[in-house]
């Protein structure tokens, strides 16, 4: 069975694994191809690149759908699992290794370039816990090593400046400092990322629906066991949207239980019911905050003098505009 986050090889391309459905074929995004200037090297010598999204669209054309590659099972040549490859990396890597010795997690993987031999000279650690009480117990063991100084706080304006955040940097900091998925150990950055286990099915929609338009939701969380899942998913008390859902690293983890949160971005039905999908296009500004955070870190002005100034020329869009109709 291939799963979020294994790697795929087709030919001499690399692709990663998104979401849990594969039944029409492999969802992925191709990340690494071949390339006689690539500052990545096999164990056999080739020289490949890592790919931007907007690069990979140039490869495999009749494969994309929804920004997205669906790969027919029958063309893939390799599996990349990262849990079951783990013992592999460590022995060819010492920085993986001394990663998975800190967590010692009973399921847990390692994905990205280390994990099909294509890391770069800054490249970090992509470490996955398999399971919620896994990832759980991986947060708690990332909190304790950093009170204890075992690991270092991880780097968050290299972060920021990565992702391209749109948010204001103390507003993006307050919400990744609790977050507790990402630290430095002996000056190497990881994440911990979190995979299901095979027995957990969560109701989250993972499907495209049909899109109705740009929107700004303010709401309470009612749930967040899924927060850090994928897509992330934010059950809210609201009358008319189910759940916030993002497919972008930035706003996993972003809100917990009993908060306020306000997001901006596209509403869209599926199966009947209204999701706020939020990071589907970065010039978009959408976004997503705890603003109960933002209170309590006194940035609540800092947030609103962005909106301001993002949004000066055009308001955003309320429910109310989109005319929904729920049951």
């Not at 690149?49 to 669209?57: G, Q, T």
């Not at 140039?58 to 849990?83: A, L």
């Not at 850090?228 to 998913?233: E, G, L, S, V, W």
């Amino acid at each position: 069975m291939i799963r979020f986050r294994d790697f795929v090889r087709v030919e001499d391309c690399y692709f990663s694994v998104v979401g849990y459905r594969h039944d029409d074929g492999v969802r992925c995004l191709l990340r690494y191809v071949p390339c006689r200037d690539g500052d990545r090297i096999d164990s056999k010598g080739r020289r490949y690149r890592k790919l931007s999204h907007r690069e990979a669209l140039n490869y495999f054309k009749e494969f994309q759908r929804d920004g997205i590659f669906i790969i027919p099972h029958s063309m893939i040549d390799e599996i990349y699992r990262p849990d079951e490859r783990l013992k592999d990396v460590c022995e060819r890597d010492g920085d993986v290794r001394r990663v998975a010795e800190f967590f010692k997690l009973r399921r847990m993987g390692v994905t990205g370039s280390r994990l099909i031999g294509l890391k770069g000279k800054d490249s970090d650690i992509d470490f996955v816990a398999y399971g919620r009480y896994n990832f759980e117990l991986g947060r708690k063991k990332i909190k304790k090593g950093i009170e204890t100084g075992t690991l270092e706080k991880p780097n968050l304006k290299f972060v920021y400046r990565r992702r391209k955040v749109n948010l204001p940097f103390e507003v993006f900091k307050v919400h990744e400092e609790r977050k507790l998925n990402k630290a430095v150990l002996n000056g190497v950055s990881f994440d911990l990322l979190y995979v299901r286990d095979y027995n957990e099915k969560p109701p989250i929609p993972e499907g495209k629906g049909k899109k109705i338009g740009h929107a700004i939701v303010t709401a309470e969380v009612k749930d967040d066991r899924f927060v850090f899942d994928y897509p992330a998913c934010y059950f809210v008390d609201h009358p008319e949207i189910e759940a916030i859902l993002s497919f972008t690293h930035t706003f996993v983890g972003q809100a917990f239980n009993g908060e306020v949160v306000e997001a901006y971005g596209v509403v869209e039905e599926i199966d009947g019911k209204y999701y706020l999908i939020v990071g589907t296009l970065r010039e978009c500004n959408e976004y997503m905050v705890s603003k109960t955070l933002l209170d309590l870190s006194n940035l609540e002005y800092e947030f609103e003098r962005w909106k301001a100034k993002t949004f000066k020329c055009s308001s955003k869009p309320s429910l109310k505009d989109l005319k929904l109709e729920v049951d």
